[in-house]
C-alpha cells in the first residue's frame, strides 16, 4: 500500500501551480491546482487540505474525493474545487504509476488514438489575426480559437460588430474553409450584442461560438440558442457535476468545457462528460494551462467517445516567461501532427515533469492577474 507521505507547492511562471505528492514508498504524482489569477489562494487551499490526505492510501481516489468535497460542510466554487482538481490529478498519476497503466486504460480503455487539437491566436484584443492563422496552418493547425472582441457595453455600437465580422472575413480570406474558426465572447458580450453579433456571424460558419454571456445568466443561453445555429460552448466557470446539470437539462448548450484544473478533476470531468453524452453534448475541455493540466485532459478524451477537441495553450498569448513544454523531460510527447496528439502511453498522467527546472523557475512572488477593464464612461467591463 502506498500512502500520501508529502506535498510540495511550486508556483511557477507564467501564471501556474504544480503539485508534487510523494508516498511513503516513493512513488511521485503531479497535479495542477491552480485558478488563474488565485495561485497564492489555491495553494492555501491545498495546504488546509493536507491534513486529511497525509497517511491516506494514495489510490483510494473516489473516497479522498467525496472526503475533500464533503467533508468540509462548504463546497464548490473555483478555490475549493481547483484545489481538489489538482490533488485528485496526482492522485491518478501515483496510481497509475504503481500498476503501470496511463490513466485513460483505468477510466475504460481507449476509444480513439488521437484527438484534435486547437491553438489560440489574437490575443486579449485581437489584432493580426489572419496572419497569425496562416502561421499556425502552416505549422499543421486545423483549428484556431481568438477573443471575438474587446470589451463592449450592455448596449454598443454597430461599428464594433462590423470589427468582429471583419476579422472572421480576413480569415476567410486568406484560407477559406481549410481552417476551423472559434469566437470566445469570453463573457464580455452581454444579452443583446451577444443575440446580434451570432446572428450576423452565421455565414461563417463557426465552429463554436464561447461563453456568448456569462454562465451565471443560464437563461440567456437558451433564449440565444433560438436565434443562432452555430454550436454554443460554455463550462470553464462551472465546478463539479452539479454545476454543469442544469446547462444540460435546459438545453443551452451543445458542447460543454469544464476545465481538469478547475471542475474536480479526471474522474469528476469523466462523469460530467458521460451526463454530457446522455443530452447528446459534446466534450471540449478548457485547458490554457500547463502540461500537467493538459496530460489529465488528454487521458479523459483518449477514454471519451464524445470528446471532439482539445484546447492546449503552446504560444499563448498569457504564457511570458516560460511556455507550455518547458516543464517537461520529453516535449516531444506532445508534438501535433496534422492537427491531432497521439495517444500518451506512460503511466499515470503520461508526462515526465523535470523537477529541476520547476525549481529553478519556482517564484513564490509570481502575480500573474488579469487585467481590469473599464468602459469609456468608467464603469468596469468584463474581462
Same mark, same amino acid.
Given at each position: ?107 475504460? #480503455? %481507449? /476509444? ?6 486547437? @491553438?489560440?491566436? =489574437? +490575443? ?6 489572419? $496572419? ?118 435546459? #438545453? %443551452? /448548450? ?6 481538469? @484544473?478547475?471542475? =474536480? +478533476? ?6 460530467? $462528460? ?110
Amino acid at each position: 500500500m502506498s500512502r500520501i507521505a508529502s506535498l510540495d507547492l511550486f508556483k511557477v511562471p507564467p501564471r501556474w501551480l504544480f503539485l508534487k505528492v510523494v508516498t511513503d514508498d516513493g512513488v511521485v504524482g503531479w497535479g495542477e491546482p491552480v485558478v488563474e489569477g488565485r495561485a497564492t489562494t489555491v495553494a492555501a487551499a491545498v495546504r488546509e487540505m493536507e491534513e486529511y490526505l497525509i497517511g491516506r492510501d494514495a489510490t483510494e481516489i473516489e473516497d479522498i474525493w467525496q472526503v475533500l468535497y464533503r467533508g468540509g460542510f462548504y463546497r464548490g466554487g473555483p478555490v475549493l474545487m481547483s484545489a481538489i482538481s489538482g490533488i485528485e490529478q496526482a492522485l491518478w498519476d501515483i496510481t497509475g504509476k504503481i500498476y503501470g497503466l496511463p490513466v485513460y486504460k483505468m477510466l475504460g #480503455g %481507449a /476509444v480513439r488514438q488521437k484527438i484534435r487539437v486547437y @491553438s489560440w491566436i =489574437g +490575443g486579449d484584443r485581437p489584432s493580426d489575426v489572419a $496572419a497569425e492563422a496562416k502561421a499556425k496552418y502552416d505549422a499543421g493547425m486545423t483549428a484556431i480559437k481568438m477573443n471575438a472582441t474587446e470589451e463592449l457595453g450592455w448596449i454598443d455600437s454597430y461599428e464594433k460588430v462590423d470589427e468582429v465580422l471583419a476579422r472572421v472575413q480576413a480569415i476567410r480570406d486568406a484560407l477559406g474553409q481549410k481552417i476551423d474558426i472559434a469566437l470566445d465572447f469570453h463573457g464580455r458580450v452581454h444579452k443583446a450584442m451577444a443575440r446580434i453579433l451570432m446572428k450576423e456571424l452565421e455565414p461563417y460558419r463557426l465552429m463554436f461560438v464561447e461563453e456568448p454571456v456569462l454562465v451565471e445568466n443560464r437563461e440567456a443561453f437558451v433564449e440565444l440558442r433560438r436565434h443562432a445555429t452555430m454550436p454554443i460552448a460554455t463550462g470553464e466557470r462551472n465546478f463539479g457535476r452539479w454545476d454543469f446539470k442544469t446547462l444540460l437539462t435546459d #438545453g %443551452a /448548450v451543445d458542447i460543454i468545457q469544464p476545465d481538469l @484544473s478547475h471542475a =474536480g +478533476g479526471i474522474w469528476e470531468v469523466r462523469k460530467i $462528460a458521460a451526463m454530457a453524452e446522455a443530452y447528446d453534448v459534446a466534450l471540449a475541455p478548457h485547458c490554457p494551462l500547463g502540461p500537467i493540466a493538459l496530460a489529465a485532459c488528454l487521458q479523459v478524451d483518449f477514454c471519451t467517445p464524445n470528446a471532439i477537441i482539445q484546447e492546449q495553450s503552446l504560444n499563448i498569448h498569457y504564457n511570458v516567461g516560460a511556455d507550455l513544454l518547458d516543464y517537461l523531460e520529453n516535449p516531444a510527447l506532445f508534438e501535433y501532427e496534422n492537427g491531432y496528439i497521439k495517444l500518451l502511453k506512460g503511466p499515470g498522467l503520461g508526462v515526465s515533469i523535470n523537477e529541476e527546472v520547476v525549481r529553478q523557475k519556482t517564484d513564490e512572488n509570481m502575480n500573474w492577474k488579469n487585467p481590469v477593464w473599464r468602459l469609456e464612461d468608467g464603469t468596469i467591463a468584463e474581462w
